[in-house]
């Protein structure tokens, strides 16, 4: 019988292509927007997604997220380092800087201050130079994607020289970095470098990057920090998620990709439901006949739903693979804007979850159809 | 439980009434009738005498309203649901007027689906439909979809299909209403010829008076009750009727 269910499905090709559509397009726009708003999602948060080595950020009690900074006074620094449990503790600077671009256009870039021993807070992954050659005057370094939008078309290479709020900077090192919310350029430097790169101001501390000395439960450190200090001070992984939890709640990015995915799940449906409705309809004497011939509605019941289940699996798969090749090209094009995202496993149980719900709403539907149909139509 | 002695289907006072109140319809008003295994047995009569309710009730397709109905020596009120389900399964083939036929299975796949619903592996169940393939005459078409046969070709696929698991049971409905005169004696013949045996009882369901010569016993029906049992000898008769009948109706 499910060869049987197998030949009448794909027996109709124009309907059978349809119905795989609906559950593609469906799958394709639930996954690929889902995606796309983990990835921005992430973005936000991107900078303390490359700081891997710190197990606390400790920070103003009233900051509210990575770019909401409350620059805070050197002193803090000492405080922390005095807290039981911290192994070691050191500064970290984070700013809007104004970088001249080739052509003479300003542009804003993240300048991130990392500590001038450690080199806690450099970025993981460098393509060119190392956190060392920070060391040398006015050195920095720069993200490939950022170098690609302050010297467009040029080699990529060290040795250029950038004007940041009118101060000479010398690159000295090109990185890959988490692409960060706002395709700005991210340059890194010595702590006491960026204090030099920034506008003056009194305070210039935005982070003190903390780790737990070992036997040590950084959720706990980090409450034995708040308390004894005063300040904030946040797991890794709960700064992260605060972080991300911040933009979901006072942005309307979460609305806006929620009526994508929404629309993507109804029009995905309705095509997928409504073309396997008109595939029964059309069918509905060959199921009468089956029915005179002996087929029992529990069969016939196996039959939709095995007819479904194809076009649901196939469906899926092609919406599923259409994102991630979408996501590859993205990748493999250089485009910033997309680049570093991903089909996360979570979004592909989720657009798994939505073409089930498809695929049962549709079944039932034609389902009812055929379960009330009485044999004897054939004979009319 | 089923003999080849006894009627394969008897009726004893079989009524059948749809809907309700002053909308209430009596397709059929008691009807005594028994169908004889090894005999061709035609059910005429003019359009909405009942012809096609009486074959859905003997063939288990609807319940009666009042009446008993015994086939092929069970009694059909024994039979309920799932189990009325395999009994049509096993025991009774359909022929039905628009073929009906599967139209994504060729020919032989098409004839070899009983086989397949009793739950004979499909290689099994092929190769025994290509027997009953050829004996329709139909080998060199065996592959062919329903789309590519013509309609006198669909309802011999039909035919083969309704005999692939030997049922005690053939129950034709109209298998010429569609066809040309020369397709609908082609396969009028081809019924009387492979479907007829001493332990099978057909039924055929038709309008049309040419093939009468073709029946071991004719059944007449008007307004829902049977008016005249005719045997082959008969069919002069049996014509008078039918021509009263269609004037009345007119």
């Known amino acids: 019988m499910n060869w049987l269910a197998w030949k009448m499905l794909t027996g109709d090709r124009t309907k059978y292509l349809g119905i795989v559509f609906g559950v593609a397009f469906g799958t394709l726009l639930i996954a690929q927007q889902a995606s796309i708003f983990v990835g921005l999602m992430r973005r936000t948060s991107s900078q303390i997604i490359d700081i891997t080595s710190a197990d606390i950020w400790v920070m103003d009690q009233r900051q509210r997220n990575v770019d909401d900074i409350r620059p805070m006074p050197d002193s803090r620094l000492g405080r922390v380092r005095g807290v039981t449990g911290v192994e070691w503790a050191v500064r970290l600077s984070k700013s809007m800087i104004r970088v001249r671009t080739l052509n003479g256009d300003f542009t804003q870039g993240i300048l991130v201050g990392v500590d001038d021993a450690s080199f806690t807070g450099a970025p993981l992954e460098m393509l060119q130079g190392h956190h060392a050659d920070l060391r040398r005057p006015d050195g920095v370094i720069l993200d490939f994607d950022g170098y690609r939008q302050l010297f467009p078309g040029e080699p990529v290479t060290v040795g250029r020289v950038l004007d940041m709020n009118d101060r000479r900077a010398v690159v000295v090192g090109i990185c890959r970095v988490t692409p960060p919310f706002q395709t700005f350029p991210v340059i890194y430097t010595r702590y006491s470098q960026a204090v030099q790169f920034m506008p003056p101001q009194r ?100 039959m939709i739903l095995l007819q479904a289940s194809i076009v649901g699996i196939m469906g899926y798969g092609i919406g599923l693979g259409g994102s991630a090749l979408f996501f590859e090209l993205m990748e493999r094009s250089g485009q910033a804007d997309l680049r570093g995202m991903w089909v996360p496993w979570q979004v592909a149980v989720i657009a798994a979850a939505a073409v089930g719900v498809i695929i049962v709403l549709s079944s039932l539907l034609s389902l009812r159809r055929v379960l009330v149909l009485e044999p004897a139509m054939v004979f009319r | 439980m089923t003999s080849a002695s006894g009627p394969a289907v008897c009726c004893r006072g079989v009524t059948k009434e749809f809907g309700s109140g002053e909308a209430q319809v009596r397709a059929l008003r008691g009807i005594d009738v028994d169908i004889q295994y090894g005999q061709m047995t035609l059910l005429v009569g003019p359009s909405g005498c009942g012809k096609t309710t009486l074959i859905s009730i003997m063939a288990g397709l609807l319940d009666p309203s009042a009446g008993e109905v015994s086939l092929l020596g069970c009694n059909l009120r024994s039979l309920a649901g799932s189990r009325l389900v395999r009994f049509r399964a096993e025991h009774i083939g359909f022929v039905f007027q628009q073929y009906n036929l599967l139209p994504s299975l060729t020919a032989v796949e098409n004839a070899a689906v009983p086989l397949i619903i009793r739950g004979m592996r499909r290689s099994q169940a092929i190769e025994r439909a290509l027997e009953l393939i050829t004996e329709v005459g139909l080998r060199d078409r065996a592959q062919a979809l329903p789309a590519q046969l013509s309609g006198g070709q669909q309802q011999r696929v039909a035919i083969a299909r309704a005999l692939v698991h030997e049922p005690r049971l053939l129950v034709c409905d109209e298998p010429t209403a569609a066809l040309d005169a020369q397709s609908g004696r082609t396969v009028m013949n081809l019924i009387r010829r492979v479907t007829v045996r001493s332990d099978r009882a057909v039924i055929v369901v038709t309008h049309d008076n040419r093939v009468f010569d073709l029946a071991d016993r004719i059944i007449a029906m008007s307004d829902g009750l049977i008016d005249l049992t005719a045997t082959e000898s008969e069919q002069s008769v049996l014509r008078n009727h039918q021509q009263r009948t269609t004037e009345n109706h007119a």
């Open chain 1, 203 to 302: 305070n210039t501390l935005s982070f003190i990057l903390a780790r737990a000395e070992r036997g040590q439960q950084p959720q706990k450190l980090a409450r034995r920090i708040s308390r004894q200090t005063g300040l904030k001070a946040l797991t890794w992984d709960e700064f992260f998620w605060l972080n991300i939890g911040y933009y979901i709640e006072n942005t309307g990015i979460p609305v806006n990709f929620g009526i994508t995915v929404t629309l993507g799940f109804i029009v995905g449906g309705a095509i997928a439901g409504q073309t396997f409705y008109l595939f029964t309809l059309e069918n509905l004497r060959q199921f009468g006949s089956l029915k005179a011939m002996g087929v029992t509605n529990f069969r016939l019941i196996g």
